[in-house]
């Protein structure tokens, strides 16, 4: 028969990172709590099909995946450029990142496939002299809801919903996603029921834990026929604590195995949707949910003047503002020493990482003496990239350089000679 000759291996939107092309690293389903992958943005290109013959199963596969590579090349060129351009297999093994298996069939000597192909952003577009710079929305708050046998569930369990955002490469989009890893008191904060509150001050505290400025709802409905059978995904993305809606839409499987497939499609789809709402303007953060609170004064009450004032010993108590600062944090290592780094801008009284999320991005909660200008200041002096969103820094060390040492910086001599 032919299926004992060629071996059936479907993993609809598993990753492959591709180290050149002479080695891979498979990474399975992963759970609630992963680190989402690829977050760099590199340029993607998907349903490249291959065809290759080999000597040899192995063979025909680094064949498949070269073709694929050549070929997504030329495709990435025709849509950056309009024109089409070529490179060696050498040149492509410096650009590509990843390899994406979306279908492959592997035979003794053959290999049919459907791929995708990942390639660094800044060097392909340095290659073909386009600009890379992607400017990018508020953080927002992403809420994966999923109704599967007529229960909503976000993070109280393990949902295929969950998963499929996991594995979603949002780096390339032009919304930047702040998604939650489901654990510890996540379940508690972000469920269902908190997604029908309309009052602003509740979210904004909900919001201000994971360091966002709005939150976005995507939810789905799966409808399914039998067991194994047809399943109906009625997908809907919303904004804002009003949920307001921005598209709807549903899609359609004919076996239970193609679950992953209609949800990776149904993400693609609200992703363009929310790209196609910040555009027009539709994501803009409403007033209310921005506006924080006036603290109120407590005024001093002067001494009576048949009083005569005693001299006490107090304790004088230092306070300043509190801001929420977001930080990426790939290692252990780049944790502590951002936290060293904050806490030695002038003016920082005290720098408490509240949310750790190693591989992507840690909340830290930092007291300093000024406004939130004078803090982005501070940071931008000290070497940081900093961006402000809804009364919230976010901070990033600039590609290629280490983290910023704390204590005072030395500012270089105009005399000393540089190499």
Same mark, same amino acid.
């Given at each position: ?6 071996s ?25 709590? *992963? ?55 050498s ?12 279908? #492959? ?165 609200i ?7 910040l555009?027009?303007?539709?994501? *803009? ?15 001093? #009450?002067?001494p *009576? ?10 304790a ?46 840690s ?19 000290r070497?940081?990239q ?5 009364g ?15 204590g ?12």
């Open positions: 028969m032919a299926l004992s000759r060629i059936l291996n479907i993993g609809i939107a598993s990753a492959l990172a591709l180290a050149g092309v002479g080695g891979v690293l498979a990474q399975g389903k992963s759970g609630g709590s *992963a680190v989402p992958i690829d977050p760099s943005g590199s340029f993607e290109i998907s349903g490249v099909a291959v065809d290759v013959r080999g000597k040899d199963a192995n063979s025909a596969r680094m064949g498949g995946w070269r073709l694929a590579q050549r070929k997504g090349w030329e495709m990435l060129a025709q849509r950056l450029t309009g024109k089409s351009s070529s490179l060696s297999d040149a492509l093994d410096s650009l590509v990142t990843a390899v994406v298996v979306e279908r #492959e069939q592997i035979g003794p000597t053959r290999y049919i496939a459907r791929l995708g192909v990942l390639f660094d952003r800044q060097k392909a577009g340095a290659v073909l002299g386009v600009s890379t710079a992607l400017s990018r929305s508020a953080p927002m708050l992403l809420v994966p809801l999923e109704f599967s046998g007529g229960a909503g569930i976000v993070f109280e369990r393990e949902t295929a919903w969950a998963r499929a955002w996991t594995r979603f490469r949002s780096g390339g989009s032009t919304i930047d996603y702040v998604r939650v890893r489901g654990t510890g008191p996540d379940s508690l904060l972000i469920n269902a029921g908190q997604t029908l509150r309309r009052g602003r001050n509740w979210w904004r505290s909900v919001l201000d834990q994971y360091g966002a400025a709005d939150v976005l709802v995507a939810e789905v409905q799966l409808r399914r026929e039998y067991p194994g059978g047809p399943i109906v995904g009625v997908f809907a993305a919303n904004h804002g604590p009003d949920r307001r809606p921005i598209a709807a839409f549903a899609l359609r499987v004919d076996n239970g195995d193609s679950l992953d497939a209609l949800l990776d499609a149904g993400i693609l789809r992703d363009k949707a929310f790209q196609a709402a555009s027009t303007g539709e994501l *803009a953060t409403d007033r209310m949910l921005a506006t924080r609170p006036p603290v109120p004064k407590v005024e001093e #009450e002067e *009576a003047d048949e009083e005569t004032p005693t001299a006490t010993p107090t004088t108590v230092e306070t300043g503002t509190s801001f929420t600062v977001q930080v990426e944090t790939p290692n252990v290592n780049a944790l502590n020493a951002s936290e060293s780094a904050v806490r030695g801008v002038p003016g920082v009284r005290g720098a408490t990482t509240t949310s750790l999320a190693l591989g992507g991005i909340v830290m909660r930092v007291t300093y003496d000024g406004p939130i200008g004078s803090l982005r200041a501070a940071l931008e002096a070497g940081w900093v961006q402000e969103g809804g919230v820094l976010r901070i990033r060390r600039p590609q290629g350089s280490q983290a910023p040492a704390p005072p910086q030395p500012s270089p001599s105009p005399a000393a000679p540089t190499d």
